[in-house]
């Protein structure tokens, strides 16, 4: 990191403005540090946007020209799910928080960090493998016997398509994840995100031919059985998915799958040794 002594774009003291202070960390094992940045405040800004202006004129409030800040992000319309991060200590998508409701009246200091259930790759950048492992456990995809024309999919009820299209709006940005107690850097708990793309899956009707395989999924370790049932990841979810509700769903479908193995070995302990069936 180059750290020569620059001139500091000239702020006037008339001009309203924002401290950030930002995390920085050149990689996965590296030791992190603040730095602060100071800009000019705009109306309506948000993260993103300040963070923009930073890595135009990387100089920090006590003048070091510094490498510009690294962070994940793509859409800028909350879809992509790649700018999460802790903003003022709370996890949120860097696109939709704006600078006027984190900051009160006059200068104000925003702390940016990145997510600390997921390693580090650089500064506000984290790796998210974790979260497709999870949807890879619980088979979170319809799979398809070739690309041709299909026709028409089988009909959907109006009321389960409209949980399925809230379910559907998850967008694999971590912050449940990131909220979640039973989430730590060294355990394997897949978290609220795998378990209520299971229930999306197992609903759709032609999903519905692999649920079995779904709900094994969520079972074993750092499977659903993990959940605390701490309910953070329903509050931080910025797509508002009724986790808790899916995290019940699909309890009750892995208890009725162990019930069913319970049921299905005694049978076949019965044919085994003959007994009475
Ligand atoms: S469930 Fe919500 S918080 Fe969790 S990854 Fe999906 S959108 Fe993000």
């Known amino acids: 990191m180059d750290h020569a002594t620059t001139t500091q774009a000239p702020v006037s003291n008339t001009t309203k403005h924002v401290t950030f202070r930002i995390w920085r960390q050149d990689g996965p094992d590296q030791q992190g540090h603040y730095d602060e ?165 197992n609903m759709n009707p032609t999903g519905k031919m692999n649920s079995e395989e779904r709900v094994r999924g969520l079972m074993g370790p750092g499977g659903i059985q993990d959940c605390g049932k701490a309910q953070n990841c329903v509050k931080v979810c910025p797509k508002e998915i009724p986790l808790t509700t899916s995290i019940a769903v699909m309890n009750r479908e892995v208890s009725k799958q162990i019930i069913k193995d319970i049921f299905f070995n005694q049978e076949g302990d019965k044919k085994a040794t003959g007994g009475p069936g």
């Not at 109306?43 to 490498?67: F, H, W, Y």
Request: charged share 20%.
């Open 37 to 201: 940045f100071r800009i000019a405040y705009r109306p309506g800004a948000n993260v993103v946007s300040c963070l923009m202006e930073i890595q135009r004129n990387p100089v920090t409030t006590d003048g070091r020209k510094v490498a510009p800040v690294i962070w994940d992000a793509a859409c800028l319309e909350e879809v992509c799910g790649s700018c999460a991060m802790n903003i003022n200590g709370r996890v949120r998508m860097a696109c939709s928080a704006l600078i006027d409701r984190l900051i009160g009246g006059g200068e104000s200091i925003i702390t940016l960090e990145p997510m600390k259930k997921f390693p580090v790759t650089r500064d506000l950048a984290v790796n998210r493998d974790r979260m497709f492992d999870a949807l890879k456990r619980v088979k979170a995809w319809i799979p398809i016997d070739g690309t041709h024309n299909l026709g028409p999919g089988p009909r959907q009820s109006p009321a389960d398509h409209s949980v399925m299209y809230k379910l559907s709006t998850c967008i694999t940005c971590g912050s449940c994840l990131e909220a979640c107690p039973q989430v730590t850097v060294d355990n394997d708990f897949m978290g609220a995100a795998a378990i209520s793309q299971a229930r999306l899956f």
